[in-house]
């Protein structure tokens, strides 16, 4: 089934260390997303690309940098992680126009200690 | 940008009963509502939307309203099921660009 899987799927990392995670999509969508996942603070945009030559930026893109290296490849790095990065990190994706909403990646959690 | 609300942010039923999960949102902008369940663990899920042409959707024990003057929308839940705990995120499209989505309600249905 078309699918999008997040790698890697649980990580500790320590304070300083760059890390990266990935987004592969297989459903065909042009438009991908990464966002955060906190208690009490739903899911926040990071970063958006509706193409592999179209990044934005999200709310809360500070410390964060993404690169889309293909249509159904995109990754997002943590250039120096600090311990308030500590979240649940999804990929999502969407057809253009958003017509049918988001399909969710299975989630990275992320410990930075 | 938009800014999404949602209440409350945690809601307690006995099997059975009803269960409403209300949204407000500030850009009259906005022409898309889904809502997302997330179960413990697990990636969310979609389970229904409206548009900003249409009032109110229905699919079977879930339905969704809009009131599109006030700027609010609200999820229904009729004779709740301990499957239907999770927690439940309502969004709002921005611009078509993106979503923002609400701080997320945890339900729990009790036996």
């Known amino acids: 089934d078309a699918d999008v899987t997040q790698t890697p799927r649980n990580r500790i990392t320590k304070t300083g260390k760059r890390i990266m995670l990935e987004c592969s999509q297989t459903k065909g969508h042009d438009r991908m997303y990464w966002y955060r996942q906190d208690p009490g603070l739903g899911l926040r945009l990071i970063y958006y690309?509706?193409?592999?030559?179209?990044?934005n930026k999200g709310e809360i893109s500070d410390g964060y940098s993404v690169s889309r290296q293909a249509q159904a490849k995109f990754s997002l790095s943590l250039e120096s992680a600090i311990p308030n990065q500590t979240a649940l990190y999804f990929c999502a994706t969407s057809e253009s126009g958003l017509t049918y909403g988001y399909t969710f990646g299975s989630g990275t959690r992320l410990t930075v200690v | 940008g938009e800014n999404v609300e949602q209440h409350p942010s945690t809601l307690s039923v006995q099997e059975g009963d009803s269960a409403v999960i209300k949204c407000t949102y500030s850009?009259?902008?906005?022409?898309?509502f889904p809502w997302y369940k997330q179960e413990l663990g697990k990636r969310p899920q979609l389970i229904i939307d409206i548009r900003s042409n249409v009032g109110e959707k229905k699919d079977q024990r879930i339905a969704v309203t809009l009131n599109k003057t006030a700027k609010h929308f609200s999820l229904h839940i009729t004779e709740t099921q301990p499957e239907d705990s999770a927690v439940y995120f309502c969004a709002a499209d921005n611009y078509g660009q993106n979503f923002v989505f609400g701080p997320g309600t945890r339900l729990s249905v009790l036996p």
């Open positions: 850009d009259s902008a906005s022409n898309y």
């Open positions: 690309s509706f193409d592999v030559k179209d990044i």
